[in-house]
T-cell receptor, first 118, second 113 residues
Framework: AQSVTQPDIHITVSEGASLELRCNYSYGATPYLFWYVQSPGQGLQLLLKYFSGDTLVQGIKGFEAEFKRSQSSFNLRKPSVHWSDAAEYFCAVGPEGFSGGGADGLTFGKGTHLIIQP | NAGVTQTPKFRVLKTGQSMTLLCAQDMNHEYMYWYRQDPGMGLRLIHYSVGEGTTAKGEVPDGYNVSRLKKQNFLLGLESAAPSQTSVYFC????????????FGDGTRLSIL
């Protein structure tokens, strides 16, 4: 079974500083990988996704993530954070059948809570 | 453009009571999902549906039932609520195809006393 690990429960970053949130996955084949963001009291919003091809993917709000198969990682980055980026961030992996034939749900990490210092 | 709408947004129940959470999507999506979110646990899949009239169990299905009588609606039922079911419940949907992400509703906060 697939699993996702987000090693950092909380991260504090100064406004304007760079950000990297870590995500490691365990999966037998090429995974489908996602990053979602959740603001307080809100649902999850998709930041970006990786299915195949270029291992560096660009998302919304200036975020990017890099898929590294050798490290089983899909870390999220942003060069300069804004106070509005304070939120909970979730990494998720889709199963092999996610390509369309299957429809199993996503497996989520436990989340990283991002705090922005002024 | 509503997307995924969950009803109600908040609810307090007493142990043993029953209730149904409603999820509606207007994107003509084939697949729909119910997750629960608990502190420090991320989201865990309860049940899902691959189309009208079909349902399947996810990771944590016990104590819940679901129905997908119409393509746009996915109902989550608690027959006899327990305090362990206090959680935030999220519904999601996605279209058919290898590059389709899940779209989430805003959640239902449920407290069982």
């Amino acid at each position: 079974a697939q699993s996702v690990t987000q090693p950092d429960i909380h991260i504090t970053v100064s406004e304007g500083a760079s950000l990297e949130l870590r995500c490691n996955y365990s999966y037998g084949a090429t995974p489908y990988l996602f990053w979602y963001v959740q603001s307080p009291g809100q649902g999850l919003q998709l930041l970006l996704k990786y299915f195949s091809g270029d291992t560096l993917v660009q998302g919304i709000k200036g975020f990017e993530a890099e898929f590294k198969r050798s490290q089983s990682s899909f870390n999220l980055r942003k060069p300069s954070v804004h106070w509005s980026d304070a939120a909970e961030y979730f990494c998720a992996v889709g199963p092999e059948g996610f390509s369309g034939g299957g429809a199993d749900g996503l497996t989520f990490g436990k989340g990283t809570h991002l705090i922005i210092q002024p | 453009n509503a997307g995924v709408t969950q009803t109600p947004k908040f609810r307090v129940l007493k142990t043993g009571q029953s209730m149904t959470l409603l999820c509606a999507q207007d994107m003509n999506h084939e697949y729909m999902y119910w997750y629960r979110q608990d502190p420090g646990m991320g989201l865990r899949l309860i049940h899902y549906s691959v189309g009208e009239g079909t349902t399947a169990k996810g990771e944590v299905p016990d104590g819940y039932n679901v129905s997908r009588l119409k393509k746009q609606n996915f109902l989550l039922g608690l027959e006899s609520a327990a305090p362990s079911q206090t959680s935030v419940y999220f519904c999601a949907s996605r279209g058919f195809g290898s590059n389709q992400p899940q779209h989430f509703g805003d959640g239902t906060r449920l407290s069982i006393l």
